[in-house]
């Protein structure tokens, strides 16, 4: 059984407009990509390059993932959902038999959690088990085998959703506890957060050229 990896990634062009009161479209721009880059990085040590998959319709990021040695299928702007759908295809076209996936704004996740994450994919048996946002009721990553049950339906409330979903499948749901995969980026108060990073990755370090950020938290 092999596991693929696919990170969704949005354009960030126009990225995170829930932090227009704090950034303006260009810092916004190098925020998402430095968290993709983040990202990418890690994801690169917890899984081999050749199982991770990257969609994206941003020519920066497709440039970033190819640096990585990451494969690139172009998103058709549909929405994450539909994006980690043209990811699984990817999958069953490489002959893969179980699928993780995360959020690329993640600016917390850590090399242990997303081994763990992958290690969850490849755990035998038929299952879809989600990490939640730290509000617990939305989905940053999530696990799924097989892979040929659709599942996907992200967005906000969307835990009750994939947990209705598993259900129909007939696929043991549970939620996994990766702590680090659960905060994300999108609200102005969510950049506090960064602050307990304790390595000096590029979304800190983005985040202190913009201003936001006097010295780095104690950790």
Do not use: Y
Request: hydrophobic letters at 45%; aromatic letters at 4%.
């Amino acid at each position: 059984m092999t596991v693929a990896l696919i990170i969704p990634i949005k354009a960030t062009v126009g990225a995170k407009q829930r932090l227009s009161s704090r950034l303006g479209p260009e810092q916004r721009r190098l925020l998402a990509l430095a968290m993709a880059g983040d990202m990418l990085r890690t994801a690169t040590r917890a899984a081999q390059p050749g199982r991770i998959v990257v969609v994206t319709g941003d020519d920066d990021v497709a440039k970033l993932a190819a640096r990585h040695g990451v494969a690139v299928v172009r998103d058709r702007g549909a929405g994450q959902s539909a994006a980690v759908r043209l990811g699984v295809a990817w999958a069953q076209e490489h002959g893969h038999n179980a699928v993780a996936t995360v959020a690329a704004d993640c600016p917390l996740a850590d090399l242990a959690d997303l081994r763990a994450l992958v290690a969850a994919a490849g755990r035998p048996g038929k299952f879809f088990r989600c990490v939640t946002d730290a509000a617990g009721t939305g989905t940053n990553a999530a696990v799924l085998r097989p892979i040929d049950c659709d599942v996907w339906s992200f967005g906000p409330a969307s835990l009750v959703r994939h947990a209705a979903a598993a259900e129909r499948n007939g696929l043991r749901f549970s939620v996994l506890d990766l702590p680090t995969l659960r905060p994300d980026c999108d609200r102005p108060e969510d950049l506090d957060t960064i602050r307990t990073m304790r390595a000096p990755a590029a979304t800190f370090h983005v985040l202190r050229q913009l201003g936001l950020l006097e010295r780095r938290a104690a950790g």
